[in-house]
């Protein structure tokens, strides 16, 4: 009797498909086989691209003589021996003699396509294929896709633009790396990582740590005072210059003379009420989440990184089975969700905490779809919703529970209507001077209240000079008030502040633009760098070549990730619009309006370009070794070499001192080490340490002297001198005990691996 295979992307997947085919099944290793079904997995990406040296043992030489290296034919090989194992299980299965069919239950996307083509091809299958196209794990969607499976040729345009995605990244990753590296040897310790995403996510943090660098805070002065109207209605106001006066712009006086003049000038004097303006301010909901503003989010609130994001929506998709397929791009819903929304609203009203918000929704007689449904924004797979089965919340580790609460909250806040509040400004006129107040009261929760939330006290980021937002006490225009106190102080102007992975996430989206409205920005996700499944990945590779470095929730670019963006010198390769025009022409890959041939043969003479401009723009560039003066010890100049900071050289033995770059997955820069040689230690901690589980941490350092008279850099906290492990430094935490990572790392920009 013929059977069909079913290979999924991984070995969890292949269980659930288990429950809804036809059974029993018996475990065999590495499969599960049922009387009409073999079902089989990848384990994410069993099969990539081959190094160069697979194609010519003279590529093992790095030389610009040899660049471009473009195969005439790709050529695939198992990633490793785990792999190894299971593409042999694969491999045995597809060649069995009962096997007439194979189902392709790969992620519905292009990275899932991408996974089994390169499988099935390395396998040199020959079967017919269909495809299984799920964007939810519950048994009635499972079963809906078996009952709607598609002919492997309808897949051909989504192949075609996986596998240009994926030997487009290979070739403009591997050769400018090695351009870059050939030219760079005598600067750099190590490959010049380049690739055509993460170069100008990296160049957006570069530019922004240049800005940080170049500002020149600037003092000036802020007039506060607290007035009271009759019956002790108090509430305080902040000065502003009056416009075109010279002493400053708004809430900022420019001398500290004219600040204490404002403050002679109206202390125990009496003002007046000469404005009062009421309006009143409806906010919308925000949209569905996708992955990128999901990872957004839970940056915000909880500081986690994009991957610990990933990895929690991705289990709560697999294993618990309460979230749909998370690695979307889309905000909105199809119209065939529409019949599932109450339903949803229902289970996730279960529980008490969701259950107000859930009753508003299923009291509805008419659901407000306009921001919620639209067919043309749902391509792949439609927004991250709860799913139509059980929620085991109680089983759920800490990462997976809250970020199905936000997905939940958010879920249920988008059929409440608009929230709304009143604002209230004043200006209170004392001496003919004007302070102005800003109160702000929320009227109607509206989608608020799922969250429990009121109107914001605290002034948005670029507001502080503003003032904050009051509870104010009625009060009315044209009444007198007395002066109680008033005070001035003095405050720098404040550089740009570093991305956290949120708003690097939100920069990526848009291609480096600012862009705050959430309808421009969905316009603009064509453009952006990077898709959702990839993002999180780039920013761990640049963290991994040591590129950047976490401190806290701030990204922070170190010297060798700024020096390779000032080197690169504005190259395409830096700019975030070419990746997202990449990304654009791949999409219309996928719809068939552009064609495979044409995108790689571009991408071959873009190739060819980055060598010769590299080749020219590098060839003669020598970043020289810092010298950081006398050794504490005997006196010789110590000197940067490739692994570490050392008095000793082939033509100068010296004493023998030592500071070696690398520590706790850190390459200590050239200050740190001249600081430790110049004092013994570091007055402020270092940042950028990873323990071994993986975690981020900041430490101050100090030079010890081992018995045996060696130097060493420790660890100076009290924890280390305790031997505890370093605590885990505030919103840089990774996947803990109760979470594992993701099976399957997105294959971007992997060919940048040197």
Known sequence: MSKTLVIAEKPSVGRDLSRVLPGPFRRGEGYLEGPDHILTWAVGHLVQLAEPDEYDDKFKRWRMADLPIVPEKFRLVVRDERSRRQMNVVKRQLGRDDVELVINACDAGREGELIFAYLYEKAGSRLPVQRLWLSSMTQTAIRNAFGQLRDGSEMRSLEDAARSRSEADWIVGMNSTRAATIRLRSSFDGAVSLGRVQTPTLAILARREEEIRAFRPEPYWTVDATFAADGERVYDGRFHVAAGSGDGRGPRIGSAEFAAAVVEACRGTDGVISKLEKRKRRERVPLLFDLTSLQREANSRFGFSARRTLGAAQRLYEEHKALTYPRTASRYLPTDMVPEIKPIAEIVGQRSEYAAGARYVLGLDVLPLARVVNDARVTDHHAIIPTRAPHPVDRMGDDDRRIYDLVARRFLAVFHPDAEFENTSVETEVAGHVFRTRGKVMLVPGWRGVYGESADAEPREGEEDEGREQQL??????????????????????????????????????????????????????????????????????????????????????????????????????????????????????????????????????????????????????IPRANLGPCPVCGHDIMENRKGYSCWAREDPGCGFVIWKAKAGKTLPGAIARELIRTGRTEKPVTGFRSRAGRSFRSRLALMQTPEGRWRVEFDEPWAREGARPPEAEGAGEEGATTRAVAREPAEDKAAVA
Do not use: C
Not at 514 to 529: F, N, P
């Open 473 to 622: 006490p009625k009060l009315e225009q044209g009444e007198d008030v007395a002066t109680r106190e008033i005070r001035s102080e003095q405050k720098e102007t404040r550089p740009p502040r570093r991305y956290s992975e949120g708003s690097l996430l939100a920069a990526m989206e848009t291609a480096g633009r600012l862009v705050d409205d959430e309808e421009l920005r969905e316009a603009m996700k064509d453009s952006g760098i990077g898709t959702p499944a990839t993002r999180a990945a780039i920013i761990e590779r640049l963290l991994q070549v040591g590129y950047i470095e976490r401190d806290g929730r701030a990204l922070v670019v170190t010297e060798k990730g700024l020096n390779v963006i000032r080197l690169l010198d504005g190259h395409p390769l830096t700019s975030p619009s070419l990746t997202g025009d990449w990304e654009h022409r791949l999409a219309k890959i996928e719809q068939g309006t552009d064609s495979r041939r044409a995108f790689m043969g571009d991408i071959v003479k873009f190739a060819e370009g980055t060598i010769e401009e590299l080749d020219a723009k590098l060839r003669d560039v020598r």
